[in-house]
C-alpha cells in the first residue's frame, strides 16, 4: 500500500505560478499528476520514473513549456512547478503513483494509487 499526501494548491490569478507536492509513503515505480477540471474527465499532465536514474519525464502538450516535473528521491516525493497559468489550468489536481514496471506514463489505468486531489484556481 502506498499513500500519497498531496499539498500546495490553491488561487492565483493568470500567469501567477504554483507549485504542487506528492509525498510517497512506500516504493513506486513512477509517480506522475492528473487533473480533473468541472464536468471534465481526468486528464494526464505529467510523470516521471522514480529512483535514482529518473529516466525521461511525459508532459502533456498543453503544458509544456510551462510545468516542470521534478523529485527528490531521498524523500520519495515529487514537485510540479506552475507557471504562466492559464485559467483553462483551472482542476482539481491529483498525483499517482504506480508500483509496476513498464507502464505507460500517459495512462490513467496504469496507475494503482491516488491521492486525494488538490484544488488549483487560476483566475483570469
Known amino acids: 500500500q502506498v499513500q500519497l499526501v498531496e499539498s500546495g494548491g490553491g488561487l492565483v490569478q493568470a500567469g501567477g505560478s504554483l507549485r504542487l507536492s506528492c509525498a510517497a509513503a512506500?516504493?513506486?515505480?513512477?509517480m506522475g499528476w492528473f487533473r480533473q477540471a468541472p464536468g471534465k474527465e481526468r486528464e494526464f499532465v505529467v510523470a516521471g520514473w522514480s529512483g535514482g536514474s529518473g529516466g525521461s519525464t511525459a508532459y502533456a502538450d498543453s503544458v509544456k513549456g510551462r510545468f516542470t516535473f521534478s523529485r527528490n528521491n531521498a524523500k520519495n516525493t515529487v514537485y510540479l512547478q506552475m507557471n504562466s497559468l492559464k485559467p483553462e489550468d483551472t482542476a482539481v489536481y491529483f498525483c499517482?503513483?504506480?508500483?509496476?514496471?513498464?507502464?505507460?506514463?500517459?495512462?490513467?489505468?496504469?496507475?494503482?494509487?491516488w491521492g486525494r486531489g488538490t484544488q488549483v484556481t487560476v483566475s483570469s
Open positions: 512506500g516504493r513506486t515505480s513512477a
Open positions: 499517482a503513483a504506480s508500483v509496476r514496471y513498464g507502464i505507460n506514463l500517459y495512462v490513467e489505468g496504469h496507475y494503482d494509487y
